[in-house]
């Protein structure tokens, strides 16, 4: 197989172009032709295990890169490599003589790391499945998406990384199938991949939402559901206190009843007006399931589904400017809601993977969000909009709901949980408002946690105290599976070291 690209030092952009670096070298890995999985597996990780091994002797650190997606700093490092995974993006399929007796492999799936979540919801659909839940988007990178717990708002499922059921982790002391206590793989196929394998329920936690601090992920084994299909409403309509108290209990289909269907959604989304949650219309978007039909044809365009968040909807709009006034606001949002789907309009039908599309950059845009358990909702909702609108805050907020994530750092930690999103212009006034909103959180006494992939503002000791027992024990899964110092020094940056991820 080509050797990886070595480009030597040059100033690096992230994709939304808010966080950059000054390399010494950007490497960019080269995919093997073989024709199995356990060969390619294999012919990739020797060259990463090789580069490793290389920049221990040197002194230099690396952070796996995959589409540089996150708005925050955390794939950044400054002096060192970055080493690109975009390449190594095949999908395989797996099959009975792949897997641990008694595993079922029918729903089981072989994913480089480097495979966007499009290229994984292609490669499922191929294969009769679909993926659980996803993102806003489909352009990260499967395993930059799972390292920072990338959720989407679908009712019955937590983030990416639930897909997972074992990875293939290299560090520079060596190449590790990683996996819980009960096995996944046969010894036959993990030996093929040139892997050891090491068996750890908590090694395996914590490399599901690993935040680049457990080695460098090069594959990955996950498990989707058979092929489904969901149906799409998406209108504008006012919203009543008694709706956010609905939400926060669990009542989804009460409320579909009186919004949309009367069915239980699969997936719900509100974006609000801040300046006036029930009075100026709210956008909603409700995903139902639907049986998998082969008679209908994928849209000539993504089913504006999961995919639409508040960035896609009206990003254009805010890019800009530094505040909305309520009018300004609700005319964006009705730009975002032109064309509405309600119950007596045609159903928009499409499969999983049809409902998410790509973002244009936004670099002029700022993110930030903060999870809580949902019934926490109802007390935190009119403290919550108060402390953002007098922080300066004059942008969407939106509410997503999901269940408890896998993974010791993943930031639904929730049994339930309400996400909560703040997305605005890229300004001095967005990151004065978010802080407002922390600031009355704490005030009140509510746990929350925030996205590691967004302006978080977190340090090492807030990380510590929002993940109490599982931080201590993401550390010591670290220390096992990195247990030579100058390998965990390899995978040193500044953002992982401010953070209590690394030493």
């Not at 197989?1 to 890995?29: F, Q």
């Not at 490793?52 to 490599?81: K, N």
């Not at 019934?375 to 269940?403: C, H, K, W, Y």
Request: proline content about 6%.
């Amino acid at each position: 197989m080509p050797a990886p690209l070595r480009h030597g030092p040059r100033h690096w952009v992230n994709y939304h172009g808010t966080e950059s670096a000054d390399l010494s070298d950007l490497v960019e890995l080269q995919n093997s032709t073989a024709s199995t999985g356990r060969a390619v597996l294999r012919d990739v990780a020797h060259d990463v295990l090789a580069l490793l091994q290389q920049a221990r002797q040197a002194g230099q650190q690396v952070r796996p890169l995959g589409a540089g997606w996150s708005p925050s700093p955390i794939s950044v490092v400054q002096g060192g490599w970055l080493v690109e995974t975009r390449n190594i993006n095949r999908c395989f399929r797996l099959t009975a003589r792949d897997v641990a007796p008694g595993r079922d492999a029918s729903c089981l799936m072989l994913v480089q790391a480097g495979a966007t979540v499009d290229e994984v919801n292609d490669s499922a659909e191929e294969l009769g499945l679909s993926l659980r839940t996803g993102g806003a988007s489909n352009g990260q990178t499967w395993a930059g998406a799972c390292a920072t717990g990338t959720h989407g708002s679908v009712l019955a499922a937590g983030g990416i990384q639930d897909h997972v059921r074992a990875l293939q982790v290299v560090t520079p002391s060596g190449v590790f199938w990683v996996e819980p206590h009960q096995p996944v793989m046969s010894p036959d196929f993990v030996g093929a991949t040139g892997s050891t394998i090491f068996r750890d329920d908590d090694v395996f936690a914590a490399c599901q939402v690993a935040v680049g601090a457990m080695g460098f992920v090069t594959a990955m084994v996950i498990e989707c559901v058979p092929i489904y299909m969901v149906r799409n409403i998406q209108k504008r309509a006012k919203l009543a206190r008694g709706d956010i108290t609905r939400l926060a209990n669990g009542d989804f289909r009460g409320f579909s009843r009186a919004l949309a269907l009367d069915e239980q959604p699969h997936f719900v989304q509100v974006i609000l007006n801040p300046f006036a949650p029930f009075t100026r219309d709210a956008l909603l978007r409700l995903l139902y399931l639907r049986d998998f039909d082969p008679g209908i044809p994928p849209p000539p365009r993504p089913l504006a589904g999961a995919g639409h968040d508040a960035l896609t909807l009206i990003g254009k709009a805010m890019a800009g400017l530094d505040l909305f006034r309520a009018d300004v606001l609700q005319l964006a949002m009705r730009a975002g809601y032109a064309t509405q789907r309600d119950i007596s309009d045609p159903e928009a039908v499409a499969t999983w993977g049809h409902t998410t599309e790509p973002h244009n950059p936004i670099a002029n845009l700022f993110n930030g969000s903060v999870t809580m358990a949902r019934s926490d909702l109802e007390r935190a909702f009119d403290p919550l909009i108060e402390a953002f609108l007098n922080g300066g805050g004059g942008t969407v907020v939106t509410l997503r709901f999901m269940q408890r994530a896998a993974g010791l750092l993943a930031p639904a930690r929730f049994e339930n949980n309400v996400v909560i999103d703040f997305d605005g212009p890229r300004s001095d006034v967005s990151h004065r408002s978010y802080r407002a909103v922390v600031a009355r959180l704490d005030a009140m006494g509510i746990r929350f946690t925030r996205h590691w992939g967004k302006t978080n503002d977190l340090d090492a000791a807030r990380v510590a105290s929002d993940y109490g027992d599982d931080y201590r024990r993401f550390r010591l899964a670290q220390r096992r599976l990195l247990a030579d110092p100058g390998d965990i020094a390899v995978f040193r940056s500044d953002p992982l070291v401010h953070l209590g991820l690394i030493d």
